[in-house]
């Protein structure tokens, strides 16, 4: 079983920065792959950045140049790094585990969620 923990969210203003943290339980890192969902108001739960089985970095379009993944493994902690935020990135921000050989930008395809933590950016 692992359980994973989001906090780090908030409300910003346009431009601002925001640091994600998922701090994930047990063997998580040593077994799964991790990866930061999105889910805004109406929308359907979308993929925003994760690391592939060899480690190279993937992001969604819409946050390339702007947000970075990154982890710290003796911690078992994963971060997001939102810079230059804008109000199109309201949404709750979910990490989440996938196992090895599975599409990485299918939310279907990931065995554990986070609750979420909610980022709001004003304009």
């Known amino acids: 079983q692992v359980q994973l923990v989001e906090s780090g969210g908030g409300l910003v203003q346009a431009g601002g920065s925001l640091r994600l943290s998922c701090a994930a339980s047990?063997?998580?890192?040593?077994?799964?792959?991790m990866a930061w969902f999105r889910r805004a108001p109406g929308k359907e739960r979308e993929f925003v950045a994760t690391?592939?089985?060899?480690?190279?970095?993937y992001y969604a379009d819409s946050v390339k140049g702007r947000f970075t993944i990154s982890r710290d493994n003796p911690k078992t902690t994963m971060y997001l790094q939102m810079n230059s935020l804008k109000p199109e990135d309201t949404a709750v921000y979910y990490c989440a585990a996938r196992r090895y050989g599975v599409n990485q930008y299918t939310a279907n395809n990931y065995d554990y969620w986070g609750q979420g933590t909610q980022v709001t950016v004003s304009s």
């Open positions: 047990g063997r998580a890192f040593s077994v799964y792959k």
């Open positions: 690391f592939s089985w060899s480690d190279t970095t």
